[in-house]
């Protein structure tokens, strides 16, 4: 069973998230005869084995937390990393510009801890596939076992390799490459897939968004955009309402295409 096939009331072996306005969330495997301790109290994993999801559960301290299932956002927010992961801001529009749906299938590279993979695996379905290709075996052990987490081992094919040489699969629907030099790797993106297929990119500065456009336009990608996306909270307080001090603001430039079969000239 994983992590996403019900839900109403907490099982054994479900991840859960156990919540509270003043300590925010903690995520863990709920385990028969096992405590949970924080510095608000000890909870008892057998208190909650059986308690719907939206129940409050109370601490031996008397200290009040909510039992959840986790969303994909804590999920990946709390996700072991030992590179910088992407932020859910991100990665909620990489999903609509890359169209991932049941059935996707989908490369990735590199692979990092994970985080976007967490993600493009929640959405492909038990009928869709994603590829993670990653040079560095020890980066991709950690994101083995944060997929692990989620149960999700079926949905990801886990690759070591440069994918200077190519890629091993044909007619995938989308390519989304957290990479330094992604320019340097059009043509294997062109090779891989299917027309009309969509394509996406994040970098960190203008130059190396500028090399890769030009090699865009050089393979025969169409619908070419750059754009980052900002984020900002609210107080969510009748008495007080007003913005944040801090936002997520830069974070990166996303960059999206289309492949085409062929690209002929603008119209007038």
Excluded at 57 to 72: A, C, D, N, T, V
Excluded at 121 to 144: D, K
């Amino acid at each position: 069973m994983d992590y996403f096939s019900h839900y109403g009331i907490a099982k054994a072996g479900d991840l859960i998230e156990l919540a509270s306005t003043q300590v925010k969330y903690f995520i863990f495997e709920l385990k028969p005869g096992e405590e949970f301790h924080t510095h608000r109290g000890i909870v008892k994993h057998d208190d909650m084995i059986g308690k719907p999801y939206g129940s409050v559960i109370e601490s031996h301290k008397g200290s009040l937390f909510y039992l959840f299932q986790p969303g994909i956002t804590e999920l990946v927010q709390t996700t072991k990393r030992n590179t910088q992961i992407m932020y859910p801001k991100d990665i909620g529009y990489i999903l609509l510009r890359l169209n991932i749906k049941p059935g996707s299938r989908v490369i990735e590279a590199g692979t990092g801890s994970g985080g976007l993979t967490q993600v493009l695996a929640s959405y492909v379905g038990n009928e869709g596939q994603v590829f993670s290709y990653e040079s560095r075996e020890e980066m991709q052990n950690l994101a083995r076992k944060n997929i692990a987490r989620l149960a999700l081992e079926d949905r990801v094919s886990f690759i070591i390799r440069d994918i200077s040489a190519g890629f091993s699969q044909e007619g995938v629907d989308a390519v989304f490459l957290d990479l330094p030099n992604p320019y340097d790797l059009i043509q294997q993106v062109k090779e891989v897939l299917v027309p009309g297929g969509f394509f996406g990119a994040l970098l960190p500065t203008t130059n190396q968004v500028i090399k890769l456009l030009i090699e865009l336009e050089r393979n025969d990608f169409v619908f070419i955009d750059v754009c980052e996306i900002s984020l900002r909270f609210y107080q969510s307080n009748a008495n007080k309402f007003r913005p944040v001090d801090r936002m997520v603001a830069h974070t990166g430039y996303l960059i999206f295409a289309r492949s085409v079969i062929e690209k002929k000239g603008e119209d007038e």
